[in-house]
């Protein structure tokens, strides 16, 4: 195949990726999107074999090891529970990073092969995108093997933080220019291992300083980060679908980091920088858990909503800790029958990733129109009878809009406390990951359900 | 004067990059997670690296030095192709709306 077609019908790929995007604009168009996504890989891996001119005995395993990573992949997909998407997004951004490093490697190696010259006289722009490439590749490995094991709970969600961290950070990242403009001027193959292995040392330590409520964030990030490195092999390889897809993912992740920190109200570097709420957490709660509260149970909710005639659900990532979520689906279907109107209102950073939630709905059956966000529905929570907050917390805490000393100041927060009764659902009074009391917990109107989120919804059906 | 075809590359980087910027600024917040495993699948088109890079070996050489990183390279994009696609598919095919006839 000559070599313009096949840069046409990689460019022809790289627009089956846009519009694979584009799809994602409504549900209904998002399955069809989906389709163009994956013509759009057929066309670009056929391509690849086809210019490819030697069909020598490695041909073969190609297709061997690409039906084995096939297989595996496909087994995970529909193996995968729904709530265990944010461990399977962050496992897939470490395969990419990774893949981005081997390839990078070879090239290194073998620069001949794909026309960079040869090994100590690579060409100069492209020994900079190859080190580019392999040092984001191995950034997002190891970050998102760390976001991986902090999801699944093999190692802690709390923040690890120590002395001097930014500063060690900061000279690593120096390190690695310096090493790169070394790399260049040397071609001395010793330099890019130690690039690699700094690059994976500095993955590891940007992650291990953040919480696992900051997740969203850290997500959406390592998503950018291999879209960045899929675009620096791009240029190594002088191939348009790659540039056109790395920069893609490399954007789209970026903005949903950014929607993610507004959700917060915090600015990106405060997210980065890591360390939220493992402070001051014991003086703040302990002189405020005196205050009474409310509490009842699923009798007590129950003659709630059966009397109200809106209720709006407030789901959070408790939730989808104790799967609740069909539970929850089978009660609304219940106050449906009394001909209650019932919606949920979903804030942008409930859960550990973007749209978390609405995933969770939606496997439960729930259809997405009676599913809102936040500047949505906020507004009518005012005209709402009863909001049923489950595994939600800091989202809904009035503070946010009242006290400029609260850490959430001024984040976007739901207005559940205009409801003219809010229903609680949680486990204890313990304060959310900002490590700040609920003033929600104290309100009048509030009644506070002390139970499994799962269990609680399945008394209350019992019960309507 | 000619211009290096980096600058062309270039170009399209920059461009991409805006039209990523629009297009994903219109993806509904409900299919935020989608987007982020399709994005995923997408990226990892790097598959055509490692393709290169595998069959990169000379003549009766399948595995040398270079082209076992391909290989690796090969197995990880492909987990990552088909798995990302394939529960980007069945999450959206979950995505459904109000039955009319309920009400």
Same mark, same amino acid.
């Given at each position: $195949?000559?070599?313009?077609?096949? #840069?046409?019908?990689?460019?022809?790929?790289?627009?089956?990726?846009?519009?694979? @995007?584009r799809g994602l604009s409504s549900p209904e168009t998002s399955r069809q999107g989906n389709l163009f996504g994956i013509i759009g890989m057929v066309i670009a891996v056929t391509v690849t074999f086809l210019s490819v001119s030697n069909f020598s005995s490695g041909f073969i395993y190609v297709i061997i090891f690409l039906a084995i990573g096939g297989s595996i992949g496909a087994f995970i997909a529909y193996r995968i529970p729904m709530t265990a998407m944010p461990e399977l997004v962050a496992g897939f951004h470490s395969l990419v990073g990774l893949a981005a490093v081997f390839v990078a490697i070879s090239a290194f190696i073998n620069p001949s092969a794909f026309n960079l010259g040869t090994p100590g006289n690579i060409k100069l722009a492209s020994l900079i995108e190859m080190a580019i490439g392999a040092s984001v590749g191995a950034i997002t490995f190891s970050g998102s093997v760390i976001a991986f094991l902090k999801l699944? %709970?093999?190692?802690? !969600?709390?923040?690890?933080? =120590?002395?001097?961290?930014?500063? @060690?950070? #900061?000279? *690593? @990242?120096?390190?690695? *220019?310096?090493?790169?403009?070394?790399?260049?001027?040397?071609?001395l193959s010793n330099l890019f291992w130690i690039l690699i292995a700094v690059s994976f040392l500095i993955g590891f330590l940007i992650i291990i300083p953040i919480g696992g409520a900051d997740m969203p964030v /850290?997500?959406? $990030?390592?998503?950018?980060?291999?879209?960045? #490195?899929?675009? !620096?092999?791009? +240029?190594?390889?002088?191939?348009?679908? @790659?540039?056109?897809? !790395? &920069?893609?993912?490399?954007?789209?992740? #970026?903005?949903?980091?950014?929607?993610?920190?507004?959700? $917060?109200?915090?600015? +990106? =570097?405060?997210?980065?920088? %890591? !360390?939220?709420?493992?402070?001051?957490?014991?003086?703040? %709660?302990?002189?405020?858990?005196?205050?009474?509260v409310k509490s009842g149970n699923a009798d007590d909710a129950a003659f709630l909503m059966k009397n109200a005639s809106s209720v709006i659900i407030v789901p959070g990532y408790g939730m989808a800790v104790a799967q609740a979520q069909h539970a929850l689906r089978e009660m609304v279907d219940t106050l449906k029958k009394n001909d209650i109107k019932v919606s949920y209102a979903?804030?942008? /950073?409930?859960?550990? $990733?973007?749209?978390?939630?609405? /995933? *969770?709905? &939606?496997? &439960?059956n729930v259809p997405y129109d009676e599913v809102f966000e936040l500047e949505e529905i906020n507004n009518d929570f005012a005209n709402a009878d009863v909001a049923f907050v489950i595994g939600a917390n800091d989202v809904t805490n009035p503070v946010a809009k009242t006290d400029p000393q609260s850490p959430i100041y001024g984040m976007p927060v739901l207005d559940v406390e205009k409801c003219k009764s809010v229903l609680f659902v949680k486990r204890s009074l313990s304060p959310g990951y900002a490590g700040i009391d609920n003033d929600l917990f104290y309100k009048e109107n509030t009644l506070m359900l002390f139970a499994d989120a799962k269990k609680m919804t399945e008394d209350i059906t019992k019960n309507l | 004067m000619e211009i290096d075809p980096f600058i062309f590359r270039l170009s399209i980087f920059i461009l991409s990059i805006f039209v990523g910027y629009y297009v994903v600024w219109s993806v509904t917040p409900s299919l935020h997670t989608p987007l982020m495993s399709v994005t995923n699948a997408i990226s990892s088109v790097i598959i055509v690296g490692a393709i290169i890079a595998a069959l990169s070996g000379s003549d009766g050489v399948v595995f040398s030095s270079s082209s076992i990183y391909g290989f690796l390279a090969i197995i990880l994009a492909a987990i990552n192709i088909f798995g990302g696609f394939l529960v980007t598919q069945r999450m959206l095919a979950m995505y459904k709306k109000k039955k009319k006839d309920k009400q």
């Open positions: $195949m000559s070599a313009n077609l096949s #840069a046409i019908l990689y460019l022809v790929s790289g627009v089956l990726f846009i519009l694979a @995007l699944q %709970g093999i190692m802690s !969600g709390a923040p690890i933080t =120590f002395k001097g961290q930014h500063l @060690l950070n #900061a000279l *690593l @990242l120096i390190l690695v *220019l310096i090493l790169t403009i070394y790399l260049c001027s040397t071609q /850290v997500i959406s $990030m390592l998503n950018s980060y291999s879209g960045w #490195a899929a675009a !620096g092999i791009g +240029f190594t390889l002088e191939n348009t679908a @790659l540039i056109i897809t !790395g &920069a893609l993912v490399g954007s789209s992740g #970026a903005i949903l980091s950014y929607i993610m920190c507004k959700g $917060m109200n915090r600015s +990106f =570097f405060n997210v980065i920088l %890591g !360390g939220f709420g493992s402070t001051d957490q014991t003086t703040g %709660g302990q002189s405020k858990e005196q205050r009474p979903i804030h942008p /950073v409930a859960g550990r $990733m973007p749209g978390h939630m609405n /995933v *969770l709905l &939606a496997e &439960a | -």
